[in-house]
């Protein structure tokens, strides 16, 4: 028995490792995996060309995907600006604006701070519409998918 209690570890051992050689083994017999990022070998300090997509034009506003999908632009904004300074979507979608323009008056949610304190104008971190809305354009998906609108969306 005490034979037994010493080689057990022994053998768990030499066990773990026969388990790893099998694991080496079938690992040598595929062929390398080739991966293919979607910036296709630019190097990270590079550009890509932009791709051959355009803006779409005028529409309706699109549906959403999700509950809290912030709306997509339904129009072109190539060559809007907006700078720490200035804000062109603000020429039409500032509340004192939207009357004459027609245009959705930006949420209420974008005049609050993070710590939910109310502001007069809009708050510094909503200021930069692009980072969450973006324009509507013709260009296909990157990668092959199978997402589904969200089933309260349908």
């Known amino acids: 028995m005490k034979t037994l209690k010493k080689i057990a570890p022994l053998m768990m051992a030499l066990a773990l490792f026969a ?81 004459e323009s027609g245009a959705t008056k930006i949420s209420v949610t974008h005049f609050r701070t993070r710590e939910g304190v109310e502001l007069d104008q809009v708050s510094p971190r909503r200021y930069f519409c692009t980072q969450c809305h973006v324009p509507q354009s013709d260009a296909k998906p990157l990668v092959a998918n199978t997402y589904e609108r969200a089933k309260g969306m349908k």
């Open 19 to 99: 388990i790893g050689l099998d694991q080496v083994r079938a690992a040598d017999d595929k062929a390398p995996v080739k991966l293919q990022s979607l910036r296709a070998g630019t190097p990270v300090n590079q550009d890509n060309p932009p791709a051959n997509h355009r803006q779409e034009r005028d529409h309706p506003v699109g549906e959403r995907d999700f509950v809290q999908m912030p709306p997509l632009v339904p129009h072109t904004i190539s060559g809007y600006q907006i700078t720490k300074n200035f804000n062109k979507c603000m020429d039409c979608h500032a509340w004192q604006k939207t009357k």
